[in-house]
């Protein structure tokens, strides 16, 4: 005849609970996600910040490049120092400054015809940004 044994396991028979060992690392896994869920927030809220921004330079330069081309049709390319290239704007309450700067040459072949290279910089979070365009104005 075989008898048989009880086999007993090395850690014990505690059934009632989680080990102090199972709570630490459940706490670890839980506080790495949360800290990875608070970083990409505010990586998006930085994101945000920019493409805000940028929308608004956006906007900035096509309204000078508008202003250019009007002044040239109307004056000439003497009319073209009067546009106001320094803007200071309130965007949520904080003042922040856009640099512009604009270049005028004349294209060889034609009279009537300037390239106007003209950029908006900023800086935002300690990096400067910058975003230019070149377009050429007419005086018809």
Do not use: C
Request: aromatic share 10%.
């Amino acid at each position: 005849m075989i008898k048989k044994t009880k086999m007993t396991s090395l850690i014990g028979n505690n059934k009632r609970g989680f080990t102090f060992i199972e709570v630490m690392v459940t706490l670890m896994i839980l506080a790495t996600g949360v800290v990875m869920i608070y970083k990409t927030f505010l990586m998006s809220l930085d994101r945000q910040t920019y493409l805000f921004h940028r929308l608004y330079a956006n906007n900035l330069l096509d309204q000078k490049i508008a202003e250019a081309q009007q002044l040239f049709q109307e004056t000439g390319r003497s009319g073209l120092e009067k546009i106001n290239l320094s803007e200071s704007v309130s965007i949520r309450n904080q003042v922040f400054p856009f640099e512009i700067k604009a270049f005028v040459e004349n294209i060889l072949d034609l009279e009537n015809v300037l390239q106007l290279d003209i950029g908006i910089f900023w800086s935002e979070h300690g990096r400067s940004v910058r975003l230019t365009r070149s377009v050429y104005i007419s005086s018809f």
